[in-house]
């Protein structure tokens, strides 16, 4: 159930039950491709920095260990230790992502594995099979994610493919939702709104897919080569023909600016790696901007990575000094902490949102938040 608290202009807070409990939106859900977060982070972790849900993904854990393992050990759930809700990605991002690695028919798309070579077919049916396997709360549509910057008879195609492939999910899901050894049998569905940067096919799409009465609304095929202003744009004309009272999902997207830009205009669901790959990298968050943790200027700085923040590594009072030698070193506890802290960030990146929301003053949140931003930390 989807409980729509209040708006500001377009911003929407928002609260979703779930059978592995409540979300609070806008929320920015931690992507743990492959059942982990890269950086060494446990189900543990995340509880500690307040994540509210993980998100998977379904090509890759077919691929390995093998979504049938992972059912017969009793759901992801339970194989990851996690408890709190997980929403798992249909794999349809692969058909963009492995273009060189695919074939796509009315069917569905032939990949070879990115690890060993081997043939897989996925369509509609398979991938809501192995989501089921998985048991995750949410799982995604099977789509294709044409190129944002494709030709508009390719997207006409693409996207009226992507639409019949909806409906097979859908039928899909309710049947195996249906059957008694099901992982998770109030499993939800979120259907996805492509459209590369068309906003004629996007709006289309979007009064399509908004007839069918699903769990939740995505907008995917962004962030994938197009202008932040693009983006933007497409957002503004797009949105307004989503069902305002069922959760809306910017795939894929993004960085702080982005999530506060998308929640303005109607996103409240988010995922990137943009955290937990910046934080491998020594690229750490902070209200004022990126710290580069491995420029020389922090080789004897004793501050945390930003004052007053809560997360295990700035609250242990490790310092820049000491982040820097560990990443320079190459120590794995430096990508540990950097990912650490950026999730930390974002989680509560989100929650400052939340309280501007429920306050009614969102706006002059969204202002202030972003000049400090951009005054850069460097």
Known sequence: MYELIKQEGRAKRARMTTVHGTIETPVFMNVA????????????DLRTIETQVALCNTYHLHVRPGDALVHRMGGLHKFMRWDRPI???SGGFQVFSLSDLRSIKEEGVTFRSHID????????EESMQIQSHLGSTIAMAFDECPSALADREYVVRSVDRTTRWLARCKT??????QLEDTVNPHQLLFGINQGAIIPDIRIDHAKQISE???????????????????MYDILDQTVPYLPVDKPTYLMGVGTPENIIESVDRGIDFF??????????????????????????????DPRPIE???????????YSRAYLRHLYKAQEALGLRMGVLHNLYYYNHLMEDIRNALDEGRFASYKKAALEEMREGEG
């Open 33 to 44: 491709t492959a059942g982990a977060i890269k950086g060494g982070l446990s189900a543990d």
């Open 172 to 177: 899909e899901m309710r049947r195996l939702n």
């Open 87 to 89: 929403l798992t990605d």
């Open 212 to 230: 069918m009465e699903l769990d939740g609304y995505a907008v995917g095929g962004l962030a994938v080569g197009e202008t932040h202003a693009q």
């Open 307 to 317: 004052e007053g923040c809560g997360c295990p590594v700035c609250r242990g009072g």
């Open 117 to 124: 070579g081997h043939k897989i077919f996925m369509g509609p």
């Open 271 to 300: 995922d990137c790696v943009y955290p937990s790959r910046n934080g491998r990298h020594g690229n750490l968050y902070t209200k004022k901007g990126t710290v580069h943790i491995k420029s020389a200027r922090y080789a004897e």
